[in-house]
């Protein structure tokens, strides 16, 4: 998938605010935050949404939910924070490769900060 933002993000073409690595998991900040921290979990492997997880994927989406957590204490969300998988267009997704939003703190809106 050699146009994916994603895949640019996680071959380093792109550049991007790492909070985590590892041989199959990338996580970096949001570009565009839509919460006081809003933290980006994607695969390395190119998957184009949750509609595309296959059997022969459960051990790394498994791997991913058990990162989750551990990130957001290094993130500091110790008070609980909100997980989100945008899948297919009328689901919001505008990124067709598998990734997890992590957002904490208070959510960003036009008209000022609210809490979650
Ligand atoms: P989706 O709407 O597909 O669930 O989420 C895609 C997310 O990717 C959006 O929150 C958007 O702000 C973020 N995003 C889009 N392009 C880039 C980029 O080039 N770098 C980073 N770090 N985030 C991006
Ligand atoms: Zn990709």
Do not use: W
Request: charged share 25%; aromatic share 6%; proline share 3%.
């Amino acid at each position: 998938m050699s146009d994916c933002i994603f895949c640019k993000i996680i071959r380093g073409e792109i550049n991007t605010q790492k909070v985590y690595e590892d041989s199959d998991i990338l996580a970096f900040h949001d570009a565009f935050p839509v919460a006081e921290t809003h933290v980006l979990v994607v695969p390395k492997k190119h998957i184009d949404s949750l509609n595309h997880v296959e059997e022969k994927d459960l051990e790394l989406v498994g791997k991913i939910n058990l990162a989750i957590p551990k990130l957001a204490e290094t993130l500091g969300l110790n008070a609980g924070f909100k997980t989100l998988i945008n899948t297919g267009r009328a689901g919001g997704q505008t990124i067709f490769h598998l990734h997890y939003h992590i957002l904490g703190g208070r959510f960003i809106r036009k008209d000022g900060l609210h809490q979650v």
